[in-house]
């Protein structure tokens, strides 16, 4: 039987398959009988899920990050599809087809590194080159690198994402470099590369997003500007050159300047042109992504509106179809 | 005999040809002895000149905005060229070589000009289309738009700089669309086109660059946002249309919202893609143009960085030579 | 029969009457049966009402905005009064007596209008009181601007509250002109009238409360101004004079500048006396609208606090009777 | 023979004449000879002075707030007038006519004293009557209310400036009260009367104008609360009754929120109607005063607009004649 | 029968004995049937509980502040214990132990208050020794001094809270005072004495912890500075001299600025040693005990992490047992 | 002969003697003759000193840093001391006395090394242990510890600066942490050694004091983190044992965090009890070595306040003499 999305459900359909299960809670009503809450979710998005007079055993029986195989029906609470479960069991390996729960393919993924790949091969600094070079043979990071998520919500919370963000911000600098003759190209494609390389780190991803200890700690841009020291001392062993210390301080400074801002967590302010435009192109891709989504999700199908997001002070404009 | 330009004099050259004069003043020395303060400038820069023993005839013989013959000697002073003046007169204008005074020189000009009628012109929606006519058409708007600068000081501040920003943003918003399907190209053309039009009207650039009194009470961003409404009635008459209020409102919304933030002037935030995207590239162009040029003009030639600048809270990195 | 008033319902108080509904939503609760949650008011206040297993029929048959007719029980529910209803449907005309909806009565809303008119057929300076008649002789104009409320919430959040705001800030503007000789009273006068001109197109009005598209993505500040472009070039037509464009450059400073802040949506600050007075007693006016409002409201009859209000970061003191 | 006040001196006009002598400092210039430099000032504003070749002597015969006989000449220097003095000494007596250096002439202090005595012996409150009362027949405190300053710069910073604010400020109460009858008129007017009432103790305006100490260390707002704690006291005692805790609370809170924000030293924020009033009109009459004398004392006479004050950050529009 | 205390309670237990009621509520559920809502506490924390089918009389039997006799059964909602009760009754006073509900033991605050007047009565300076004794001997103030807690949540929010707040202060004060021999240790530790000194009339606490009137609208800020000089005054009489008025001035100012910042209702910052050290180690003393009551509170035992505090802006690491 | 001091120099003193040279400039005067000017310093202080009618051979023959020997005059300048200086040659090493110019002297290094050393090799954890040893071992890294100033102006800037900054934070750490238990006092006074640490490479201070290229663009945070880094696995190698991941990362974080705020350049906020004593404690040493200085070298003798200073918004007490 093929799979309804998440995203899919309608009003009191009845729903008999596998979800991913995260944030699970063991809760009494108000009568003081217990019921299991919990997140259910497929690559197409996420809706709570109640399943009513629990026990402990059941609450027991599964842990975030788990495939569970559900029976129940969605129902529309409040505006959102929620779930009532009858049923909630670890699924079976051979009753999970994991590409339903990618938001990214495996074959895009492979894609995406590949032009990754193919775009920090073309570099001809030979420092940069041998620098680039001590990332890409690191069997380790690259695993991580083309698995990590962008961020644990708003923009490319994913697996795959941080790829999918990087490769994209390398096309668009690839496209402004050229109209800013005073920019150099390669150094702002390794800044884009590098610039949250620390993600890898300060995210975990291999069954619910979160931030790890370090992460929530060291914060990716110090974990990114640390690992760079590292491997330009790697780069220099393999490349049998003495990496230039003020071409390794520019980069650093990227990674640490990319936020813009003091208050955004970025210890430095942008203070070469290389790191201006990573952090313009940064920000810009980072409010598209987001603001595409919000607008993407707005359940509020009859308003020209989204509702107001008070993260971001505003209201977005979906427009009129048609228009 | 051919020009020295403000930016090639050495210490203690003698001078001996024409200058854009502003910014006069008669002053009196600590002996009670008047001397005249005058700023010369060409196309390649500005710097004080002082006339010691000069008197009010000197100082009513000529306005800001002239175009002066001056003899006199370059000197270095607290690290700044300086020019002391032995005469200062207005000059006749078979002097005067009015491509020494322009940044952009006419032909330059002109092929902006074709760059973005080209461009212009290539838009296919048929409101748009006629909107756009509306401005190309209008004689006096266009002599202005090609006339005026960016601003007064920071970024683009000669005459076609506005032109300049303009036709630059445009390349760039071309090559940064196609990265993002959800935007709409030709909106965000328009944007860019429209964004700083009212500042033809916000800055008086026929002589001395400097705001008008309607720049200063009501500001560019408000002058092009009811610039457009009058426009847009424009276009309906021209193109037998009813304009699309919706299209109308997203364009004015551009305009205001281009600054991004509340506290640098603009009453709405970004609320479309388009919006957020204008305001992206105009912020990124403008700081290279200024950061740019901040390093360019850094007259301490023995650093690898620029002075303190207050108003960007930070030194900038001019790099080493060879690097 | 005569009516109960939102403001004074007893808690299980039976309910047999007409209310202005708005703000339906159908909504399942935890058995999963659905019920319709309403908001329902008239000219004393408003209050949510519920109507537990309702119908998709239910919730299509009635439209916010409408008046209907309810039959339930009040009940008080976490300290504010609701309506728990076993029937609601759409009112006859022949059932509804405007004047239970309406916080002005027509009457009141026509001597306010007359005062307006007296004032501002005062102005002696020629310019101005042409301006001023190209809006009073604009019959859509003034119909709107007699209805349109001042906001949507908070300070004068009602049918005609606009003017009611207007009318009042004239009185005091007129109190207060005497003391400051320096300041224009016909300028400040016309001003107060311009200064919130736009809301007549930010807001809807016709039957609930909100912001229109344009009012989002534009505002009324904006809108003012160039509405106050147009009326000044009517004002030429129809006075057979040249507008001096100094004093319309102020006029529209005044617009813009009247929220005192950037933060606040103002792109410019004040830089005239008269915009200084405006912004000042705008605020005032505001300010105690909105307290009054809150002290009178607050359902918290034992204390002399009234609750912490976050957006404006304080409690406010009700005082003690008799005091 | 009349005098030449410093607001009407012409550039090298020749002075002969009393003024009051502030800041004086003894300087070497660069070729190590001595100069002495002190600001002179009359009722009509002041200037620099300097006399060169001046002696330790010189120097000590002098103190700051004497009044001193100087002979020099008038000399416009970097668009200000100063004085380069041939001898300064110590004025006689008898060549002291002290109206020449009051804003505010005796008369004038008198009446607006009595003004004050009028408005605020027209309580009818009996408690507020007894505290206004023990205020007003305290001549230490009257005599010093009577003399003080408002401010050591910026807005009525004059002798008796603090009283000619707080009686302007009564009458804009007045006058706006009426406007919203849910304002305690009394209350205000007691209000405004005690608001700056710390002053008489916050600067010192014998000879110059100054902060005291306590002023600097302590301010007026927290003076002025301690002190009404005792005024209170002694109402008690003078009218033979208890005086209502919450009254007093309410009038000291009124002091201590004038501010209007934290940000501007008030320790509360304004939370009852009246502290909402105070703090506005007070901010307005301050602005009012203080932009009317920066347009007044502007020296660009060619010029709509004063230059740019970073303090309040904007230009301020001085208009057209005629206007 | 020995006490559960509402620390110690499990799921499921069933509970029989008093606890201290606060904020008690009537309200109804979905279905129209009332229930009691009311806190309950001991000195080792406090809970929500609820009676279901509660009446008006079952309300108005009991007085938040009031000891109740509870029968009922403690259960796990939403990862925090609440207590479902049967009955709840007044209690009798022989039911009641005090101790049970006092943070702080009568000899812990005895010994703490014999470590105040250890430290206090060891100061050589005259006019110090004698202002603290104008405090010590004030019998109705040291009562509430050692009663009175230091704030009502966040840190020392308990009975005799101010008093250890300050003792521990006064230790650290102490400790750091010899490793800056430019801070005068006998003004700091009178300064510390004070600082709060407002908050035994600023608070409520002979049963419920609330601010008082004057609490919230004077605040303890100016209250301890208006004390400060009844106190000095008394001081004086009590030891025959003239308190100098610069000393007074200092301590005066230590209080006032002792938030350290105007936006935390400081209205001066620190402007002498003393009064920066004060606010350093306030500052420390009270982040310290608030983390670790945040810390030790956090109910979620599995994360090394307590919640996201929004007032805080920041989580909290727990760290690692063993660690 | 014996010396004087930069800070005993008096009003006409002739001078003839050795100093540090700094920030020379060769610059023109009005007549276009050339002036040499430059900075003096010894231990006691600097001061400006000026040689009129200097050549460029004069300029040329002495480098920023050097000693260099001066005849001249001291001269009070607007109430700051100055040299005229005759002649100005390089020194020769022998007539440099070393001490002279050292505000601490070798012995005074050497006690404080030995304090550090006592205090750090008292530490009985054993990763903490190996940490230490780590750097304590690393003589090019305690050779610049011992020699770094703490910062380039404001506190603690000269030679020794930094060892004197941590030694006195180290006595401070030991005072407080027994008040408070739950405090580790092992890793605070570990996070007291590191927080600094990066300024060993982020300042220059063989001759001038100024950043580095390194210390400007990345910091001294992200410094000392990275070299923490590389630290812990020397340590690893060195104790063989795993250095515990926690307790790196919870010594990171209290490095990064320490400027306390986001805006002051720390990238993430205190989250550990540890780093919130760290960063107060450091707040207030920094803050109270800095108001110290700025009272002390007050040239105002005459007030009881120093001057205003813009970056900590406020004058400070100064007191009475006797007090």
Chains 1, 2, 3, 4, 5, 6 share one sequence.
Not at 28 to 49: A, E, K, T, Y
Not at 226 to 231: A, V
Request: include cysteine; proline fraction near 4%; charge should be negative.
């Amino acid at each position: 039987m093929s799979r309804f999305f998440v995203s899919q459900l309608q009003h009191n359909q009845q729903v008999d398959q596998v979800f991913l299960a995260s944030n699970k809670q063991l809760r009494p009503n108000r009568q003081g009988n217990l019921f299991l809450q919990i997140d259910l979710s497929d690559r197409s998005g996420s809706m709570p899920c109640r399943m009513w007079n629990a026990t402990e055993r059941d609450y027991a029986a599964i842990e975030n990050g788990d495939y569970v195989y559900v029976e129940g029906t969605a129902q529309l609470f409040q505006g959102s599809m929620q779930l009532i479960a009858q049923s909630i069991k670890r699924a079976e390996p051979g009753d999970v087809d994991e590409s339903d729960f990618m938001t990214l393919q495996t074959s895009e993924v492979q894609e995406l590194k590949e032009r990754l790949l193919k775009t920090l091969r073309g570099i001809k600094s030979k420092p940069l080159a041998a620098l680039v070079e001590a990332y890409l043979t690191d069997d380790v990071f690259m695993d991580k690198f083309c698995r990590a998520p962008a961020g644990i919500k708003n923009h490319h919370a994913y697996k795959g994402g941080l790829l999918d963000h990087v490769v994209n911000l390398m096309d668009v600098a690839q496209a402004v470099a050229p109209k800013y003759p005073q920019v150099d190209v390669e150094k702002l494609l390794v800044g884009v590369f590098l610039h949250d390389s620390g993600k890898v780190d300060e995210l975990e991803y291999e069954r619910d997003l979160a931030y790890t200890d370090e992460g929530q700690m060291i914060g990716h841009i110090v974990q990114a500007a640390c690992l760079l020291d590292r491997k330009a001392r790697e780069a220099e062993g393999r490349a049998q050159l003495a990496f230039p210390p003020m071409l390794l301080m520019e980069l650093k400074h990227m990674v640490l300047s990319h936020h813009g801002h003091l208050a955004f967590g970025s210890p430095k302010l942008p203070m070469t042109l290389e790191a201006v435009v990573l952090s313009a192109i940064d920000d810009m891709d980072a409010k598209l992504a987001s603001f595409t989504g919000l607008i993407k999700e707005c359940p509020n199908a009859d308003s020209r509106w989204t509702q107001y997001f008070p993260n971001i002070d505003r209201k977005l404009w979906k427009g009129v179809k048609g228009d």
